[in-house]
């Protein structure tokens, strides 16, 4: 059997609550991850996984300390500027339209 290959935005975009946390976190946002709940609709524990897991990946980063945590794109990462590009390059385009 062969092993499916991993590559780097299947490990980052994982989820769609992923995927929500970073749109909010672009471009060049800071937010704590209450309001990153709140705003996406996601759950405060699937918030706090995908932070987790992004901040693992090197893809986001903590400012702040205790209760005063923020969280935002790390410009370190070698993909953050094409994650915000595609997250501008989709605002622009607008939302899809739901299938009927």
């Known amino acids: 059997m062969v092993k499916p290959k991993i590559h780097p935005l299947d490990q980052i975009l994982g989820t769609q609550a992923t995927v929500r946390v970073l749109r909010m976190l672009t471009p060049g946002r800071e937010h704590a991850p209450p309001r990153i709940a709140r705003e996406t609709n996601v759950s405060r524990p699937a918030v706090r996984e995908a932070l987790i897991r992004l901040e693992k990946e090197g893809v986001v ?3 702040g300390d205790g209760r005063n945590v923020l969280y ?6 070698p993909l953050a500027k094409r994650i915000v590009k595609l997250f ?7 939302t899809l ?3 009927s």
């Open 61 to 63: 980063e903590r400012v």
């Open 97 to 99: 339209a739901k299938p």
């Open 88 to 94: 501008k390059a989709e605002a622009k385009r607008g």
């Open 72 to 77: 935002r794109i790390s410009s370190n990462h």
